[in-house]
């Protein structure tokens, strides 16, 4: 991986639509990654929607409430029309997935970028793009209180 200032060209072309989602990852994640980011998700300004089995409902206060929730669950973060979703699989790794439509402003990788350093500087944990369902292949890393991308 090569270390690069920020960039919007090379965001967009990791955004490339090919029909697939991408997913963004915190690996080996615990509950208390898990309520960092609810916490710190609750007290930032993205938008947050709750569901239970597609239906709207309260966000839980902590990630241990939520998984035992035995229903469907789906957190839904928006960023203008960008939304960042977590279905909540297992408690050992934070899992969101965009959909690169949703970017449909060159600038909007930015938005991509903030969100992972975001979710990095409250685990303390690198977090990670990959193609969806492929934790091998990294697209973009970023280090906890760092401002350097690596792609």
Not at 136 to 146: A, D, F, T, W
Request: charged letters at 25%; aromatic letters at 12%; glycine letters at 4%.
């Amino acid at each position: 991986m090569q270390r690069i200032d920020y960039n919007h060209k090379t965001i967009a072309e990791l955004l490339t639509l090919n029909g697939a989602l991408r997913d963004i990852f915190i690996l080996g994640s615990t509950l208390d990654d898990w309520n960092n980011v609810l916490h710190g998700l609750k007290n930032s300004d993205y938008g947050l929607d709750f569901l239970i089995d597609s239906e709207p409902a309260e966000l839980p206060h902590n990630a241990e409430e939520i998984f035992k929730i035995e229903n469907s669950k789906t957190l839904r973060v928006r960023q203008d029309n960008i939304f960042f979703n977590s279905y909540f699989f297992v408690d050992s790794e934070i899992d969101f997935d965009i959909d690169p439509r949703d970017f449909v402003a060159f600038e909007q990788g930015e938005d991509l970028v903030n969100f992972m350093r975001f979710l990095s500087n409250l685990t303390n944990k690198p977090c990670i793009l990959t193609p969806e369902l492929d934790q091998e292949y990294i697209l973009m890393k970023i280090l906890p209180n760092s401002s350097k991308i690596h792609v």
